[in-house]
């Protein structure tokens, strides 16, 4: 149930933060439209890269705080490479491709990495304190 909070609540400073830094318009009418919007895209994000991301990647012992920041950097960033990328090559030889273009995402890798660092310190995930209640519920089972 905790994993399952920090997975729902981690986004949330990445979901404000982006669209003011981006300075987004609001195409959809309100800030806080554009807040469930970028909210709902992040969530999308992951679900579909972070979780297998987690699954493989941070098990156990290498479950630290820099391997959940760096899945969140990736879990955001590489997407939005992706994008800048193809916003460069499509647009550059019409328009002259904006600094937004590559300021964005390194803004969605610093997201990325403030969003995995929340979710490792809400969900308690490889703490110190997690370790030992494994270690006593290991120990638990062996002996009750």
């Known amino acids: 149930m905790r994993a399952f909070f920090a997975f729902l609540t981690a986004p949330v400073p990445a979901a404000i933060l982006l669209p003011l830094i981006l300075h987004v318009r609001t195409p959809l009418g309100s800030q806080a439209a554009v807040f469930a919007a970028t909210y709902a ?3 999308g994000l992951q679900v579909i890269l972070g979780i297998p991301l ?7 012992e290498r479950a630290t705080l820099l391997a959940h920041a760096l899945i969140g950097s990736a879990m955001y960033g590489l997407p939005s490479i992706g994008i800048a990328i193809w916003i460069a090559i499509r647009l550059g030889r019409y328009y002259d491709v904006t600094p937004q273009v590559f300021i964005a995402p390194a803004g969605y ?13 809400l969900a308690g995930v490889g ?6 209640r494994q270690r006593i519920a290991a120990l638990d089972s062996d002996f009750g």
């Open 41 to 43: 895209i992040l969530l």
């Open 54 to 60: 987690r699954v493989t990647l941070a098990r156990g």
């Open 127 to 132: 703490t110190p304190a997690q370790r030992q």
């Open 109 to 121: 890798l610093i997201a990325g990495g403030v969003t995995g660092g929340i979710y490792w310190l």
